[in-house]
């Protein structure tokens, strides 16, 4: 899931009360001093990890807009025994996601992501059946709405605790694949997902850390194939429940510039219903430095690149990122 734009906020605490207090019966200086103290321990206003997703919720009544952009390079395909080896061919891929929320309630927020994939596929070394050695196909990708509803606010102590539930629609193209287009086609998983997990957010001065822990269940697809004979045939998929491990850390270098760490990773499991799986496990763990620039209160912009750095069953990618925020 891409990021939930998000400035962190600033929480009341019993700390921030009790100087408050202290500082009503202080003489003027002391009051000064009491509020500069108490206005340096905020946590400071930033753009929130690109693909890590935050904790606290955007206010009742706000409407966010965040669209984020990536060039993922293929480097990489990664074998069922974690090994890197030769993709194949020269693949890219561009996706735009635009992500829209809406502060519904107190401590509620919904958003949608709706994403727009192109790939690319060139030089391959396994040509498609009329010789085709390259193709390129784009369009909508699986669009996913998710609730998110603030459980703990952050104090002296605990962290902010969020609870977050999603669905995922199969809008992307993913069956009658054509051969001659050389797997550029595949846009979507094919399966409705849903998925339960908790955000957590804490500000530890002068850092800000994020970590999310999400388990998702996919529901069973039929997809195009062949049988034992190598006829055409339609098969139904028994896809894997996976767990999705983030965890991101900001630093202020200034009020306007925040430096970024992310650590994003999926692992795949069996399935708690259902038949047993029967696609290949896959894992994947990756890494993301980036910059922020909070260019005013309500626009601000993020710019990273994501590294696959393990993994199994799938591929690496090396993919700069653009992602822009504005509230209204």
């Known amino acids: 899931m891409l990021p939930v734009y998000g400035w962190s906020d600033t929480e009341s605490s019993p700390a921030a009360a009790a100087k408050a207090a202290s500082a009503a019966a202080a003489p003027e200086e002391a009051k000064e001093g009491s509020q500069e103290e108490a206005k340096e321990d905020e946590c400071p206003s930033t753009f929130g990890p690109i693909i890590t997703d935050t904790a606290v919720p955007v206010d009742k009544g706000k409407f966010v807009i965040q669209p984020t952009w990536g060039l993922g390079f293929t480097t990489n395909t990664l074998s069922p025994s974690w090994r890197r080896i ?114 957590l957010s804490k500000f530890l001065k002068p850092f800000i850390f994020y970590g999310n822990l999400w388990y998702t269940m996919q529901t069973d697809f039929i997809s195009q194939g062949q049988d034992e004979l190598g006829n055409p045939a339609s098969i139904r998929n028994h896809p894997r429940d996976y767990v999705t491990v983030n965890m991101a850390m900001e630093y202020p270098i200034t009020k306007k510039w925040i430096a970024l760490l992310e650590l994003y990773s999926t692992w795949d499991g069996g399935r708690l219903m259902g038949p047993k799986a029967n696609l290949a496990p896959t894992a994947l763990f990756s890494i993301l430095p980036g910059i922020e620039f909070m260019a005013t209160e309500k626009y601000s912009l993020a710019l990273g690149v994501g590294i696959d750095f393990i993994g199994k069953n799938g591929n690496a990618n090396v993919t700069p990122m653009l992602s822009m925020v504005y509230a209204f």
Request: proline share 6%; glycine share 16%.
């Open 86 to 199: 030769s993709a194949g061919g020269n693949f890219t891929s561009f996706s735009t996601a635009l992500k829209l929320t809406y502060g519904l309630w107190n401590n509620l927020e919904v958003f949608t992501v709706i994403p727009y994939i192109h790939n690319w596929a060139g030089k391959v070394d396994t040509p498609g059946p009329n010789g085709e050695r390259s193709a390129n196909f784009g369009g909508i990708g699986d669009i996913t709405l998710t609730a998110k509803y603030r459980l703990v606010e952050e104090g002296p102590v605990m962290p902010t605790i969020t609870g977050l539930l999603t669905t995922g629609f199969p809008t992307g193209h993913f069956r009658n694949l054509n051969p001659s287009r050389l797997g550029t086609e595949a846009l979507g998983g094919g399966a409705y997902t849903f998925t339960a997990g908790l955000n």
